[in-house]
């Protein structure tokens, strides 16, 4: 068969059907990742000593388990005890808490940077605990912790595939079926490389632009810039 | 008691799969050490070309899902170059060990130029050559700086080897994957499992960090890593 025939008749259009599923994928965990990640970090830094305990435990054991074992413990394992999720939603569930985790983690870097004369001094000025969080501490950190999360967005983008592993059809199965259908391992999974590697740089130059969108004149630091 | 029972059966088989996964965490940190530490090298002092030869490979091995990676040599390039004999238990080392080059490349490009460049203008002025002084004024110097971050790439490639379960290297998850099936335990196993990855990921970090306190210069250091 032509190459060219293969590769843009039979190739790509799979392929596209894949991506819509792994944008999906991605498209379902980030906000939720981001938000887990928020919410854990600021219950590790500012919660009680219980609330604290909980949060860090939490990502003590997300971030020691494989993300493909959480996967198969979501997918495979919580049937046992009467919890049952489709492939799909036990993907996204697993990507919210792997990428929740380590979000937290930046974000609680960035907590802790921000200096505690701030907190002194918004409660000074009136503002409960939580108001404070909010209102002037959260805004601080979390441009700070942009570099950090992005890198984790970019995980996210990768990690996506793994949802193969529980059947779901996203860019690398699309490729997967393709290639054991035509056997054209090498340009199959070459083109959905090639994919991923469109998407991985995009987000780079998303997240440079928004670095920049966000900035508050006059708080700039020293650039650290976004890496893979 | 009868899941625990059949637990302890099985344990022989299930540290099989440890002694399989750790193998592979070690040919891939040793693989990605001796690959990455010269293209860090050719990054901070090679030519042009050099340079880009190494930027070209850190971008497309840090681009791809390692599932993708996996997939593309297992069936794909290596068949393709008429290795199709390999293993997949050594093909998901070389995988393993070709990303983590990319990785490990740009943390000890960035401690090799961290250390500061008064260092090699000095040593040269005492009549070194130029390698010397790399080997034994800079790298002495770089790779105690590059140890704290070169110890997350323990953890990175030890959840990443689970990955090898999609070729059929029979490791860890492998092994559980098949207890399941067999047995018709699930969660029991499953944690289990997880708890192991966790012993060994906490372990391997607590002794790296050990490690580090081991041969850190008295005197020379890098502030709280």
Redesign the interface.
Same mark, same amino acid.
Do not use: C, H
């Given at each position: 068969m032509d190459q060219s025939v293969f590769i843009f008749d039979i190739l790509l259009p799979a392929l596209m059907q894949g991506l819509v599923v792994t944008l999906q994928l991605i498209a379902c965990s980030a906000p939720f990742g981001l938000a887990l990640g928020i919410a854990v970090a600021v219950g590790r830094q500012y919660g009680g000593r219980v609330t604290s305990w909980l949060c860090k435990t939490f990502v003590?054991?997300i !971030?020691?388990?494989?993300?493909?074992?959480?996967l198969?413990?979501l997918y @495979?394992?919580?049937?046992?005890?009467g919890i049952t999720f489709s492939a799909f939603v036990a993907s996204v569930v697993g990507f919210i808490l792997c990428n929740g985790a380590y979000n937290a983690e930046y974000i609680r870097g960035a907590l802790i940077s921000i200096k505690d004369g701030q907190m002194v001094a918004a409660r000074s000025l009136g503002m409960t605990r939580w108001q404070a969080i909010k209102n002037v501490i959260l805004p601080q950190a979390l441009r700070r912790a942009i570099p950090g999360l992005s890198n984790e967005f970019i995980y996210l983008?990768?990690?996506?595939?793994?949802a193969?592993?529980l059947t779901v059809i996203e860019l690398?199965g699309a490729? !997967?079926l393709v290639?054991t259908k035509y056997f054209t391992?090498?340009?199959? @999974?070459?083109v959905?490389?090639v994919i991923?590697?469109v998407l991985?740089?995009i987000t780079t130059a998303a997240v440079s632009i928004l670095e920049r969108r966000v900035a508050v004149p006059g708080t700039a630091r020293a650039a650290t810039a976004a890496?893979? | 008691m009868d899941v625990l029972s059949i637990l302890i059966d099985w344990l022989p088989y299930l540290l099989s799969g440890v002694a399989s996964t750790l193998g592979l965490v070690l040919a891939a940190l040793t693989l990605g050490l001796l690959l990455g530490l010269p293209m860090a090298l050719g990054q901070v002092y090679g030519s042009r070309p050099v340079r880009w030869v190494v930027g070209v490979y850190v971008?497309?091995f840090?681009?791809?899902?390692?599932?993708?990676?996996l997939?593309?040599f297992w069936?794909?390039?290596f068949?393709?170059l008429g290795l199709g004999d390999l293993s997949a238990f050594v093909v998901g080392a070389v995988v393993l060990g070709l990303r983590g080059a990319a990785y490990q490349s740009?943390i000890f490009r960035g401690a090799i130029q961290s250390v500061g460049e008064g260092q090699m203008i000095a040593a040269r002025s005492l009549g070194m050559s130029r390698v010397t002084a790399i080997r034994s004024v800079i790298l002495p110097q770089a790779m105690r700086i590059a140890l704290p971050g070169w110890s997350n790439e323990y953890?990175n490639i030890?959840?990443?080897?689970?990955?090898c379960?999609?070729i059929g290297v029979v490791e860890l998850?492998t092994i559980?994957?098949r207890m399941?099936t067999q047995t018709h335990i699930?969660?029991p196993i499953?944690?289990a499992?997880?708890g192991i990855?966790?012993i060994l990921?906490?372990g391997g970090l607590k002794a790296l960090h050990r490690l580090e306190k081991r041969i850190a210069i008295p005197g020379f250091g890098t502030g709280a890593m």
């Open positions: 003590f054991l !971030k020691g388990t494989p993300l493909l074992l959480l198969f413990i @495979f394992g919580l049937p046992a005890i983008i990768k990690y996506s595939s793994l193969y592993m690398s490729g !997967k290639a391992y090498t340009e199959s @999974f070459a959905v490389g991923y590697l991985v740089t890496q893979l | 971008w497309f840090r681009g791809l899902p390692i599932l993708v990676l997939f593309l069936f794909g390039i068949p393709g740009q953890p030890l959840t990443d080897s689970a990955v379960y999609a998850l559980t994957a399941v699930t969660m499953y944690l499992t997880a990855f966790i990921n906490y």
